[in-house]
């Protein structure tokens, strides 16, 4: 298994900046993909941005240019840097990765955003 911790979320005013980290262990070497999703009141968990094995990038329409998906240099890592916030980028977020057949989640974070 692979087993996460997040951390980095809080309270920011909008246009400020936060980082998220998400730390793996366990079957690290099985990771496949590296993913941030959130999870705002009342709605659906939405995919943010992921990064795969191989360096390949994507990102929710909403966070282009804002956002920034990283990891280390060990791969175990991965980060992700929130700039220019808006209200409505309040959420909780969460790391998970695919591993295997199968995908891991974080506990979650809050990233709340006041006008």
């Known amino acids: 298994q692979v087993q996460l911790v997040e951390s980095g979320g809080g309270l920011v005013q909008a246009g400020g900046s936060l980082r998220l980290s ?5 079957r690290i070497f099985s990771i496949r ?4 999703y959130r999870q705002a009141p009342g709605k659906q968990r939405e995919l943010v941005a ?3 094995r191989s360096g390949m990038t994507n990102y929710a329409d909403g966070v282009k ?3 920034t998906i990283s990891r280390d240099n060990a791969k175990t890592t991965v980060y992700l840097q929130m700039n220019s916030l808006k209200p409505e ?3 909780v977020y969460y ?7 199968t995908r891991s989640w974080g506990q979650g974070t809050q990233v709340t955003v006041s006008s």
């Open 22 to 26: 998400c730390a793996a262990s366990g």
């Open 33 to 36: 993909a590296m993913e941030w």
């Open 50 to 52: 992921s990064l795969t």
């Open 65 to 67: 240019g804002r956002f």
């Open 89 to 91: 980028d309040t959420a």
């Open 95 to 101: 790391c998970s990765m695919l591993y295997d057949s």
